[in-house]
């Protein structure tokens, strides 16, 4: 009798064991994890270029004849306007050429009158037969001769006073001089750069674009013609004015694969220089976009995968394709439908073939709180 009751008794133990053990393995592998369903949704999101801020004109002012600077009009960084004048250059020398000049066609002008009235005397001469034909044409071409020389040295005339002219420099148009690099007497050579001059009073911002996003780009502005596009400063702060694009380049950089784009800023408060760097931000809109949270989402060699519950439960994991990345989100490109479970959270803690209790959350409130 006590062997039968000692005999019941470990028959009762192994199995009571055994079923703790078996309840305890049920409950690991039907452990819960938070599942979702992709969601179809109208996106718009913005992509950030980095940009090259240029003025709408910069130009160098360079001197075009040899000399001393002979006095400065103007101070770096204050602005001017078109006209105004800016340098002389030291003009002793060429005033010299022009008054040399005017002598020249003075005396030019007394030597043709003299042959004039030369050529007169001789065609009545002429004419009397006293003197031979070839008196005459003599005559007639020291005239023309003297009319040459006039036209000569008024050229040299003009000439010395256009070289005159160039001791004055002028802007080109209203802007803000930058650095002068040299200063009141120095000694400069024809080529010389004196300073530069920028009219910021808009900037071009010149960046570049994927192949992929400049067709974004285009399909967008198909549908609507509003392209304005905002420009993101070195301080993270967006310039108070909306751009447009106006060009883009003819092709592509075979090295890249990019291609060039050039943007258009208002600039009436002089905010931006020539040289400042930011960020442009492209705003593209994606109809019926299929959206899933990157934490639900892992890599696998340069492979991204998410783990799908199937109807029994079952984690299966998945290799889907990126269209674009987004701010905590990612719209499918291929892989996934609206019907598909996915697992949200806790991904490193599973593998393929696990059994999962599923809890599934809207995916609405979860990208409300991301």
Known sequence: MNKIILIFVLVLAIGTTFSCNSNKSEKIALEKYPTTNPILVDTTFTIDHVAEIQSLQNVEIRTKINGYIEKIYVDEGKPVKAGQLLFTISSQTLQKDVLKAKAMV????????????????????????????????????????????????????????IQVSLTKIKAPFDGVINRIPFKIGSLINEGTLLTTISNNSSVYAYFNVSEKEYLQFKEQKKENNAADITLLLANNKAHAYKGSIETIEGEFDKT???????????????????????????????????????????????????????????????????????????????????????????????????????????????????
Do not use: C, W
């Open 256 to 370: 890249t694969g990019n291609i060039a784009f050039r943007a258009k800023f208002p600039n009436p408060d002089l905010l931006l220089k020539h040289g400042s760097s930011g960020k442009i931000q492209l705003t593209n809109t994606i109809k019926k976009a299929l959206l899933i949270p990157q934490k639900a989402s892992f890599e696998i060699q340069d492979k991204v995968y998410v783990y799908v519950v199937d109807n029994n439960n079952i984690v299966r994991a998945r290799n889907i394709e990126i269209k674009q990345r987004i701010q905590h989100l990612y719209i499918i490109e291929s892989g996934l439908k609206t019907s598909d479970r996915i697992i949200y959270e806790g991904i490193q803690n599973l593998k393929e073939g696990d059994k999962i209790f599923p809890e599934t959350k809207r995916m609405q409130e979860l990208i409300s709180k991301l």
């Open 106 to 161: 003075k005396n030019a002008l007394a030597e043709a009158k003299t042959a004039e009235l030369d050529l007169q005397n001789i065609k009545t001469l002429a004419n009397k037969n006293i003197v031979s034909k070839t008196e005459l044409e003599k005559a007639q071409a020291a005239y023309t001769a003297a009319l040459a020389r006039i036209d000569e040295y008024r050229a040299n005339q003009s000439s010395a006073e």
